[in-house]
């Protein structure tokens, strides 16, 4: 059962500030002029939502819940359900599947415009699709270099342009620009030479104009660097970082930050970079840990993380840089995936492209609570 804040007596109006009303206090000890309630029901009200906030480590502002100080309880309520009617991801219903040899990456290159690179013996190549809002993939173009003797990994830098890295026939690892017109692919400036690192591990977008990667140098230590491209020459940016832990794989936030997921320990951690060093902001500990980990940006705050057929979202504060669980689940709708998920991108704030096996098709969020809604505490 519940009530409207506003209609009850004594409460103040709405306004901008208050936009469900303001319980009022009295005016005077005793005047008889406040918002009357009932104290064992109020005092359970405030332990339900400090118990929340507690659980989900917010700590209180101690200033008035509203549109100017945030809705903090609001938030805690959203953070212990994990917003399932929101973020329940399917299948999309009869859509279409690509297949392609080999390993996969994707990227975004436009409004609903993605690049694929797969490796096909003896080369890699790149192609263009074109997503409809059925779970259609329309290829676009023509297929892109063939050179390279592994499976490129790419990211979406600026509008049709993605950074590639790969291992040219002599087994050494570079990276490159690659821009597409609408129809053909075509390198952009020069390549370089990517001496010290043994093994790309992730490749993310920090700019328009800058990667950050993370390969290992010995002993599968993930090493983090940043790139920028001048629109002629890559070049390194700043000092590496020496993470000191193994890596399942980076993305790229605002502000020139990174979620990164290490395998040896289980954890996600949240690096900053502020031009020429990296550091550490956050950690928190998740037991995922096993090969094929990966993280996909949805939002600003909001990234999932995928391991085999687990999704997890992981919320990112900004401001005080603090990461945290919001909800996982694992859901049965995956099976389709044979193997699991081997990458994913989100296109828009409600569908996201997952490639696995071979395999590339579209998944969709759920408008509605599932019938049988996975537990909200199950990490």
């Not at 890699?124 to 297929?143: D, E, I, K």
Request: charged content about 20%.
């Amino acid at each position: 059962m519940a009530r409207n804040i506003k209609d009850r007596t004594n409460v103040d109006p709405v306004d901008a500030t208050n936009p469900y009303g303001k319980p009022r206090d009295e005016s005077i000890p005793g005047a008889d002029d406040g918002t009357p309630y009932n104290e064992s029901l109020h005092s359970d009200s405030l332990v339900f939502f400090q118990k929340l906030m507690d659980e989900r480590a917010i700590t209180p502002n101690e200033n008035p819940d509203d549109e100017n100080n945030g809705f903090q309880l609001y938030e805690a309520f959203v953070r212990a359900t994990g917003s399932a009617f929101r973020e329940y991801l399917i299948p999309v219903s009869k859509g279409t599947e690509v297949a392609f040899p080999g390993g996969g990456s994707i990227a975004a290159i436009d409004s609903r415009v993605i690049a694929l690179g797969y490796f096909t013996n003896p080369n890699y190549q790149l192609q263009a699709y074109q997503v409809g809002n059925n779970g259609t993939f329309s290829s676009v173009g023509n297929l892109g270099p063939s050179v390279g003797n592994d499976f490129p990994r790419i990211t979406g830098m600026k509008k049709n342009r993605v950074a590639l890295t790969y291992y040219n026939n002599t087994n050494d690892l570079r990276l490159e620009t690659w821009d597409f017109d609408g129809t053909n692919w075509s390198q952009t400036g020069n390549t370089l030479a990517l001496t010290t690192p043994t093994q790309i591990i992730s490749i993310t977008r920090l700019s328009d104009d800058s990667v950050a990667l993370c390969y290992d140098i010995a002993g599968f230590d993930g090493e983090l660097a940043v790139y920028t491209f001048d629109g002629t020459d890559w070049s390194l940016t700043g000092n590496t970082f020496d993470t000191n832990h193994n890596v399942g794989d980076i993305e790229g936030l605002e502000n020139n930050k990174i979620l990164y997921e290490s395998h040896n320990d289980e954890k996600i951690r949240l690096y900053s970079f502020d031009g020429t060093n990296w550091a550490l902001e956050d950690s928190i500990s998740e037991n995922i840990g096993d090969p094929g980990t990966f993280i996909v940006r949805q939002s600003s705050d909001l990234s999932v993380m995928i391991d085999g057929f687990k999704i997890t979202f992981i919320s990112v504060n900004q401001t005080s840089n603090e990461i945290s669980i919001s909800y996982s689940y694992t859901p049965n709708d995956f099976s389709v995936l044979g193997t699991g998920i081997g990458e994913a991108l989100f296109i828009s704030d409600d569908e996201m492209i997952v490639q696995a096996g071979g395999r590339m098709f579209l998944l969709a969020k759920a408008r509605e609570f599932p019938r049988e809604l996975p537990n909200p505490l199950s990490y």
